[in-house]
């Protein structure tokens, strides 16, 4: 594996999860229920019947958003864990080494093209 290729992913990497921290500590509250969950801030807009169907549809909206978030930066630890234990850059499904090209447009890939899910 490229050693050059791993510090410079493993850079963007660490840069990614630093600006999705951020961006969930900004925008959500922990969530109390799911440990090292998010929930959206609610923005209460007002009382009326209108109101609250607008604050319940933009909640569900951020709820979808956070969970992507939450879901990429899993993605994002992940990879910074196998740079850690030097398994960065091998296929979690069949062993072999993810393609250079391949890491270099998703530094957090987890499987080579052939596996890779569509």
Do not use: W
Not at 14 to 27: F, G, M, P, T, W
Not at 94 to 103: F, P
Not at 106 to 117: D, F, G, M, V, W
């Amino acid at each position: 594996m490229n050693k050059q290729l791993i510090e410079e992913n493993k850079t963007k990497l660490v840069a990614e999860q630093k600006k999705l921290n951020s961006i969930l500590k900004r925008d959500t509250n922990l969530d109390s229920e799911i440990p090292g969950g998010h929930k959206p801030k609610f923005d209460e807009v007002g009382s009326e019947e209108g109101e609250n169907a607008f604050e319940s549809e933009q909640f569900g909206n951020d709820l979808s958003v956070i969970e992507d978030l939450e879901m990429r930066l899993t993605k994002v630890e992940a990879a910074l864990k196998r740079i850690e234990d030097s398994t960065y850059g091998k296929c979690l499904i069949g062993g072999e080494e993810i393609e250079e090209a391949r890491l270099r447009a998703e530094p957090a890939a987890e499987a080579c093209i052939k596996h890779a899910k569509s």
